[in-house]
Nanobody
Framework: QVQLVESGGGLVQAGGSLRLSCAAS????????MGWFRQAPGKEREAVAA????????YIADSVKGRFTISRDNAKNTVYLQMNSLKPEDTAVYYC?????????????????WGQGTQVTVSS
């Protein structure tokens, strides 16, 4: 069982930056593939970025490539999403998720545990 708690969301102007953090409980954090997803009103949940247990093997969505970076600190049981050059279309609830098998970096269905989400709002 893994519990995930996101933090770092908020309101930012276009072009600004935010850093999301996801703290995980449990001693097996390093065994999970970790992902960040987002869901805007009226839209499906989509993968933003993911990182395998080793820290190698990354997925970055085309829509955020070059602006967002995912990283993890297994010693701190935490995964981060650094978001730069934010755009109004990045506005969404951002979720952290953990996947034991690591079968798919992009598919929400592959992930076993989810956080409660943190709101990111980018004003124009």
């Amino acid at each position: 069982q893994v519990q995930l708690v996101e933090s770092g969301g908020g309101l930012v102007q276009a072009g600004g930056s935010l850093r999301l953090s996801c703290a995980a409980s449990g001693r097996t954090f390093s065994s999970y593939t970790m992902g960040w997803f987002r869901q805007a009103p009226g839209k499906e949940r989509e993968a933003v970025a993911a990182i395998r247990r080793s820290g190698y093997g990354l997925y970055i969505a085309d829509s955020v490539k070059g602006r967002f970076t995912i990283s993890r600190d297994n010693a701190k049981n935490t995964v981060y999403l650094q978001m730069n050059s934010l755009k109004p279309e990045d506005t969404a609830v951002y979720y952290c998720a953990a996947d034991w098998l690591g079968s798919s970096l992009e598919s929400p269905d592959a992930y076993d545990y989810w956080g409660q989400g943190t709101q990111v709002t980018v004003s124009s």
